[in-house]
């Protein structure tokens, strides 16, 4: 149980990527005060582990209800996966993130970034949707969906940090150090993604 905490831990670390949100959210936020702030960032953590806790919990009998076989979502989740790796090797991941920001910051009515683009797509995207969904058809039993459920507070927890703290963390650490650590994680998040195909393809021939 411990190697499963260990890979979903590690899995949804990389996927909702806590220290690239940061200076997304700094961007997003600067121009309120530090009640709104931090209101906001707790909103879109909660709303984001809702969404990821109702499609850990009930995806996989929306894929049998759909006649989706695990195998196959397990080679398209690998893929889609290993599509986020890329983007975030070659930092594209991190250029669209920062378009998205500048189109709500354009918005002069937009007051309220915690659920659009925060919660959806930043931390529960359609990527860390397919992860959950993975890891869960992965585990085994209760013990294995609590294990999985675990890691991911604890992920979302280390995220609610980070976007508490983005101001003063982007000062401290700067936009090198962010852009380094992103593209060593898209490189172990496209091992994982592949990881995620051969046991796919494994297990459909």
């Known amino acids: 149980m411990f190697d499963l ?32 702030k931090r209101a906001m960032a707790i909103r879109a953590c909660v709303v984001a582990g809702a969404i990821l806790l109702f499609f850990a919990l009930l995806g996989q009998r929306l894929l049998s209800a759909l006649h989706i076989g695990l195998d196959a979502f ?33 918005d002069p009515a937009q007051e309220d970034v915690s659920i659009f683009p925060m919660a959806m797509p930043m931390l529960a995207g359609p990527g860390a949707i397919a992860t959950v969904m993975l890891l869960q058809s992965n585990a085994s039993g209760v013990q ?35 852009a380094v650590l992103t593209r060593l994680l898209g490189v172990l998040l496209a091992a994982l993604a592949a990881q995620y195909v051969i046991d796919g393809l494994n297990g459909a021939f």
């Open 144 to 178: 294995g969906t609590l294990v999985v459920l675990a890691a991911l507070a604890l992920v979302l927890a280390m995220t609610l940090g980070a976007l508490l703290a983005a101001g003063p963390l982007m000062k401290a650490v700067g936009p090198r150090f962010e």
């Open 5 to 36: 905490f260990i890979s979903a831990f590690a899995t949804l670390f990389v996927v909702i990527d806590p220290p690239g949100c940061a200076p997304i959210y700094a961007g997003l936020t600067a121009r309120f005060d530090a009640a709104h």
């Open 74 to 106: 397990r080679i398209a989740g690998g893929i889609m996966l290993f599509l986020i790796a890329l983007d975030m090797v070659f930092e594209k991941r991190t250029q669209r993130r920062e378009q998205r920001a500048e189109q709500v910051l354009a």
